[in-house]
């Protein structure tokens, strides 16, 4: 699990094609990897990743072809957000976070605001319905308060902190962006469906 909290700005340094996926390593640059260890996770760009190889300020992880064909950003050089698995002893800066992509957006504006930016995004297929106004989303890997919904779209705003902290700051119309809705919708959404399904209410406990 992670918090949408990005604890830093990495790069991936190189990409290596295997059978069924990508074998890629990352420059962590300020992410401290003490305690980590192999079989560990780190969140990249939002995806949860298991290390595989560490080095003095690099790990590198094997990302397979189903994740590679559903999440995005990608590319030799990129920057990419970066987040150690959260602990029980952290604070939850942001929301929970399971590391799991539902799927791709694509930024449709990103307008200055003040010091502040409006990011709007477009959610694919049946992801809208997750998302609520003041409820949470992660893009990239990020943790942050949705604004406003209207049919796919919806805006978030980027205050200059995270701006320069993570690699948002850097969008442009039509990029595209990981996204994870957040989990208690989802389970709203399975308990309402379970209803619908029984006609009876709510679920008996098991």
């Avoid at 790990?59 to 995005?72: D, I, M, N, Q």
């Avoid at 850097?170 to 996204?179: D, Y």
Wanted: charged share 20%; with cysteine; hydrophobic share 40%.
């Amino acid at each position: 699990m992670f918090t949408g909290i990005v604890q830093a700005v990495g790069r991936i340094v190189s990409m290596e094609p295997l059978e069924e996926g990508m074998r890629m390593t990352f420059d962590t640059a300020t992410l401290s990897l003490e305690g980590v260890d192999l079989g560990g996770s780190i969140a990249v760009n939002g995806v949860c990743l298991t290390v595989i190889a560490l080095g003095a300020q690099s790990f590198s992880a094997e990302v397979s072809r189903v994740t590679l064909e559903g999440t995005t950003g990608w590319v030799l050089g990129r920057r990419i957000n970066l987040e150690r698995a959260l602990r029980l002893s952290d604070a939850l800066g942001g929301h929970l976070v399971t590391g799991h992509v539902d799927g791709v957006g694509r930024v449709r504006s990103f307008t200055p605001c003040g010091e502040s930016v409006t990011l709007q995004v477009e959610a694919p297929g049946d992801l809208p319905r997750y998302i609520a106004t003041k409820g949470s989303v992660t893009v990239q890997g990020v943790s942050l308060t949705v604004n406003a919904v209207e049919g796919a779209l919806f805006t978030v705003n980027l205050i200059p902190h995270t701006q320069q902290v993570t690699t948002l700051g850097g969008l442009v119309e039509g990029a595209g962006v990981n996204l994870e809705v957040d989990l208690l919708a989802r389970y709203a959404e399975r308990a309402r469906q379970w209803s619908d399904d029984k006609g009876t209410g709510t679920p008996p406990l098991e």
